[in-house]
């Protein structure tokens, strides 16, 4: 399996569909699913009858996985969407942004 370019934790660009442009953390990766959830992107409604367990009932809103080639790691120097390169510094395997040069992790 090929190493993961966006990890938990990173700070994305959303590339295409609804949200395109907005940026966020993201906060689960599924990569057999091909799929991953970004804080605040996304968000979905659904609306609720009352039941016993939640007597109002209502609207919930929730982050929705999106497709992983919707979003680029955002480049460390000025946030824009960039690639990913891996690169071997001190002998440890680490994340370089294509655009910049700048390290992600390590």
């Known amino acids: 399996m090929a190493a993961a370019k966006i990890k938990k934790g ?6 295409s569909g609804k949200d395109k442009g907005k940026t ?4 689960k990766v599924m990569p057999k699913d091909g799929k991953i959830v970004v804080e ?11 039941t016993q367990q939640n007597p109002q009932g209502g609207i919930d809103r929730f982050e929705a996985p999106m497709a992983i080639s919707k979003v680029a790691l ?6 824009k969407p960039t690639r990913v390169r891996f690169e071997e510094k001190n002998g440890k395997k680490v994340r370089v942004a294509v655009k910049s040069g700048e390290t992600i992790d390590g």
């Open 10 to 15: 990173d700070s994305v660009v959303v590339l």
């Open 24 to 27: 966020g953390t993201v906060a």
């Open 40 to 50: 605040g992107v996304n968000v979905a409604a659904r609306h609720r009858k009352p």
């Open 74 to 79: 955002a480049d460390p120097k000025d946030g």
